[in-house]
């Protein structure tokens, strides 16, 4: 298993990270993100 971790972007550059779940009866749902500018912040 390879384990990734997060890496600064480039100036100007933002990184979007997202997310999603469905239950197995379909009836819920889960979505969610995250966004990142230059400095992790």
Do not use: C, D, H
């Amino acid at each position: 298993m390879t384990v990734n971790s997060w890496q600064n972007t480039t100036f100007g550059w933002i990184k979007i990270n997202v997310n999603g779940s469905l239950s197995r009866s379909g009836l819920e749902v889960a979505i969610y993100g995250v966004a990142r500018g230059p400095s992790g912040g």
